[in-house]
């Protein structure tokens, strides 16, 4: 019998807690979480409620105050930072609100130097990177710098850019978030069926319930509480 694959993201007992001039706060308490590859689950919940604390923790950014993170089926709340960070290299996929995409080089090359960073070869690395942007139809954007590109080019160049080293886990903190209805609306398409096509098991944080109900399951995080609501 084949032995199962590992889940991508599994967060057991996490809870997640900060020091103020007022005493303790507590974010959330005994969250626990897996994630299939494959599988793309909706994090939704009011601003405040620690959406991104939870994304960070299981990126390995932060570190819980108590429970444990997996990767892949690896316990990584004990590595040290430099461990964590090979992890995140080869093994994450990270997208934020903000493209953060190196404005000197071009979308191809932005695509391809977090691969090369990840000790893949040149060649190999271009054409990962070219097959990522001319799926998500960017074939004749692959030499304009990101100030060419308009705010839906540029956030497809984060979501290849993100995929490019195939993660075994993807993180997105409100990916479409700074761009327009439309525009938001096409990348959403996009950006979830190259999710599928890949394989990897998904996070992303959303406050857009309609991107939400598209995915696999929809998470709610409100009053310290993880729950599946669907």
């Not at 494959?38 to 620690?50: H, K, Y």
């Not at 960073?117 to 692959?142: F, K, N, T």
């Not at 705010?151 to 761009?179: F, S």
């Amino acid at each position: 019998m084949a032995e199962a694959l590992a889940p991508a993201l599994q967060l057991k007992n996490v809870a997640r807690s900060y020091q103020d001039a007022h005493g303790r706060l507590d974010v959330f308490n005994n969250v626990n979480l897996t994630i299939a590859a494959g599988e793309i689950v909706a994090l939704v919940g009011p601003s405040g409620a620690g959406k991104s604390s939870l994304l960070h923790i299981a990126g390995l950014l932060e570190r819980p105050t108590k429970g444990e993170a997996y990767i892949a089926g690896r316990n990584c709340t004990a590595l040290d930072d430099k461990a964590r960070t090979r992890v995140r290299r080869i093994g994450i996929g990270f997208i934020y609100q903000f493209h953060h995409l190196l404005p000197e080089f071009d979308a191809l090359e932005n695509v391809v130097i977090p691969q090369l960073i990840a000790s893949r070869p040149h060649q190999a690395a271009v054409e990962r990177g070219r097959e990522l942007l001319v799926r998500l139809g960017l074939a004749d954007r692959l030499d304009h710098r990101p100030a060419q590109l308009s705010g839906g080019e540029q956030q497809r160049v984060a979501i290849a850019r993100a995929l490019a080293n195939k993660p075994l886990l993807l993180l997105a903190d409100e990916p479409t978030g700074n761009l327009d209805p439309n525009t938001a609306d096409r990348v959403h398409g996009e950006f979830l069926r190259l999710i599928a096509e890949e394989g990897v098991g998904a996070l992303i944080a959303t406050h857009n319930l309609e991107l939400a109900r598209s995915m696999t399951r929809i998470l709610m995080l409100e009053h310290g509480k993880l729950v599946e609501t669907r």
